[in-house]
């Protein structure tokens, strides 16, 4: 039977585990043995005695040599992969961009492996769809860490000693992340307004009870690929900057979500328009990791601007590692039953030339698929359009 190792997450601050007691089971029953390192799913709330209850083979490092796959969250150590059998696949987050290091170990060791950011976004993968799963989770804990910091009430309160209105909440970004935040501070009470470049994000945002803002006019607005906004005219990034500011003076609470893989984040905040907050306001930055989307946000840190918090969240899913596993997991689990072929080596069909592979395979028989990912060409981060991650309900 093909064998599957799950190991334990070694990146500091990582809390998640690529497979539950539930996807075991789920894969087992399609003839797969799983390996569970000891301890991989304690940081998650699943113990040891629950992996081994489904049937999964608990081991202390796991024999790397003679597995036929690898299911992580982050890229193992460049030690551990130099341990996997030619033919192996390895499948998570890999960070693919710009990873020509973790490229060239996987061609010598001709190891095949699964960059799931890079994973199309069609109908067909969005059982598999890793980064909306995990942006839904972000864009939730965002705005629980914005309230929890935030010098006022979010809802609307009527007391006796008078009416408290409601926190007004700005969220840059319509993606899976800002509908998420959207729908977490309509939740809460505040009152929500919601700035994306996308027109058609407009139904999106009204439908959840936000407010949308109208993009600047401009005769040709960003086109839309794969779920993000492609490159903008400075001339509106500038007038959308303007709009902003003005947003900004208003807001209690920023959500910024805007990405564009593999590239800087756009700056969509800068400190001029920080000057502009009111003292007791709160930014919580998700793009902080690529750059980020305001200025002065530092990753894991909270900085204490003119009395503005900056909270550079850059590991939010990891915070609620449970649920976050869960969904991660039965990504995974989805994508391996799609891979599942009884009659190949390992149990697995890797097809090139299937769509759901084809980005995202990004090694294979001992060649790098995609030379585009791991040497990008550089790009000026303030030519990207501000966009959203990932859109909700892919194409």
Not at 142 to 154: E, H, S, T
Request: with cysteine.
């Amino acid at each position: 039977m093909p064998t599957l190792l799950i190991p334990r997450e070694r990146a500091p601050g990582e809390r998640r585990v690529a497979a539950t007691p539930e996807t075991v089971r789920r894969l087992g029953a399609r003839g797969f043995t799983l390996q569970v390192e000891r301890g991989a799913g304690q940081s998650a709330g699943f113990p040891d005695a629950a992996y081994a209850e489904v049937g999964a083979e608990l081991t202390e490092e796991g024999v790397w040599e003679l597995v036929d796959g690898v299911l992580c969250v982050q890229a193992p150590t460049a030690a551990a992969l130099s341990r996997l059998r030619e033919g192996a696949l390895l499948m998570g987050l890999l960070a693919p961009h710009g990873a020509a290091e973790l490229s060239e170990l996987l061609c010598a060791r001709r190891t095949s492996a699964i960059a799931l950011e890079l994973l199309p976004r069609i109908s067909r993968a969005q059982p598999m769809d890793v980064l909306s799963s995990q942006a839904n989770i972000a864009g939730y804990k965002a705005v629980l860490l914005a309230a929890a910091a935030l010098d006022r009430y979010v809802p609307m309160l009527m007391t006796a000693a008078g009416t408290i209105q409601p926190a007004r909440v700005l969220i840059l970004g319509a993606g899976v992340a800002g509908l998420q935040a959207l729908a977490t501070a309509r939740r809460l009470g505040g009152v929500v307004y919601v700035s994306d470049v996308r027109e058609a994000a407009r139904e999106q945002v009204e439908s959840l009870g936000g407010r949308f803002i109208d993009p600047p006019s401009q005769e040709e607005r960003p086109a839309e690929s794969g779920g993000y906004a492609r490159q903008a005219t400075e001339a509106f990034l500038a007038a959308q900057r303007r709009q902003l500011a003005e947003q900004l003076a208003l807001a209690d609470m920023v959500i910024c979500t805007a990405l564009v893989p593999g590239r800087p984040a756009p700056r969509l905040i800068d400190e001029a328009m920080l000057d502009g907050l009111r003292p007791g306001a709160v930014v919580v930055d998700l793009a902080v990791a690529q750059g980020g989307n305001c200025f002065g946000t530092i990753p894991g840190e909270t900085v204490l601007r003119n009395g503005v918090q900056l909270i550079g969240a850059d590991a939010l899913p990891s915070s609620v590692p449970n649920h976050a596993s869960a969904l991660y997991a039965r990504n995974l689990a989805a994508l391996i039953e799609h891979l599942h072929d009884p009659e190949q080596p390992g149990g697995l069909r890797l097809d090139p030339e299937d769509p759901i592979l084809d980005g995202c395979l990004l090694a294979h028989g001992g060649q790098c698929r995609r030379e585009d990912v791991v040497r990008p060409v550089a790009r000026a981060a303030n030519a990207i359009a501000p966009t959203a991650t990932p859109a909700a309900t892919p194409a």
